[in-house]
Nanobody, 122 residues
Framework: VQLQASGGGLVQAGGSLRLSCTASGRTFNNYGMGWFRQAPGKEREFVAGINWSGGDTYYTDSVKGRFTIGRDNAKNTVYLQMNSLKPEDTAVYYC????????????????WGQGTQVTVSS
């Protein structure tokens, strides 16, 4: 599956951004999706995941209550709405497609998108 992410940018602390990731090449509602991020000098980490239907989601603790993942299977797109952004959210954000219908995890990623930069200024 091919993934194209967009929506990153520069925002002040407390602001919002919405990332989008459009998929092609596989039947979109056959697999879970997720967002990961990698800050400079750090390992890539899981941020949020969603199962094939959108009925099951999971978030890393640091973004709970601020980020929301969603998907539109008719548009082959997964979203990450990011509110109340903090400087520590600064990273390159990657969307990922899982190999199963379940919420994607680091262990079940099948394909990566190209990444989009999110920078939060203090």
């Amino acid at each position: 599956v091919q993934l194209q992410a967009s929506g990153g940018g520069l925002v002040q602390a407390g602001g919002s951004l919405r990332l989008s990731c459009t998929a092609s090449g596989r039947t979109f509602n056959n697999y879970g999706m997720g967002w990961f991020r990698q800050a400079p000098g750090k390992e890539r980490e899981f941020v949020a995941g969603i199962n094939w239907s959108g009925g099951d989601t999971y978030y890393t603790d640091s973004v709970k209550g601020r980020f929301t993942i969603g998907r539109d299977n008719a548009k082959n797109t997964v979203y990450l709405q990011m509110n109340s952004l903090k400087p520590e959210d600064t990273a390159v954000y990657y969307c990922a497609a899982g190999r199963t219908t379940l919420v994607v995890t680091t262990a079940t990623v099948g394909s990566w998108g190209q990444g989009t930069q999110v920078t939060v200024s203090s």
